[in-house]
């Protein structure tokens, strides 16, 4: 387990703990504690586990000469190694943040246009002379 001794990289390659006990805590009644051991076991077993998934799906995208580990790659990764149960609930997660992303995307490209708009309007409105950069 991770010591005060431990190394910087053994320390950058696990989960925080913090969010470890936080995700264990979401699970537990109210009043359940969770010891420092049962946290830092569960931290090396997160830390492990995501490894071992990013390795497969690194593997993966290695052999089709791709550089970047993309949601596919790791749910193609969860099916791989066996995981069947965990992927098909994790391929209706990608959809949905991808969709959500593009939700986001298009929000942005509408607020921004109508910033301009509205940009243009008041300098229409108002008669602000435009300044050039070297003014």
């Known amino acids: 387990m991770a010591e005060s001794s431990s190394s910087t990289s053994e320390q950058e390659r696990l989960v925080p703990i913090a969010n470890v006990g936080r995700i264990m805590k979401q699970i537990l009644p109210p009043n359940a504690k969770i010891s420092k051991e049962a946290k830092e076991t569960m931290q090396e077993c997160v830390s492990e586990f995501i490894g071992f998934v990013t390795g497969e799906a690194s593997d993966k995208c290695r052999k089709e000469r791709r550089k970047t580990v993309n949601g596919d790659d790791v749910c193609w990764a969860m ?22 992303e593009v939700d986001r995307a298009n929000q942005n490209r509408a607020a921004n246009t109508g910033e301009n708009q509205i940009n243009d309007d008041n300098n229409l409105l108002f008669d602000k002379p435009q300044r050039d950069s070297a003014g």
């Open 79 to 100: 099916t791989a190694l066996g995981f069947d149960d965990y992927a098909p609930p994790l391929k209706r997660y990608l959809e949905r943040y991808r969709e959500i």
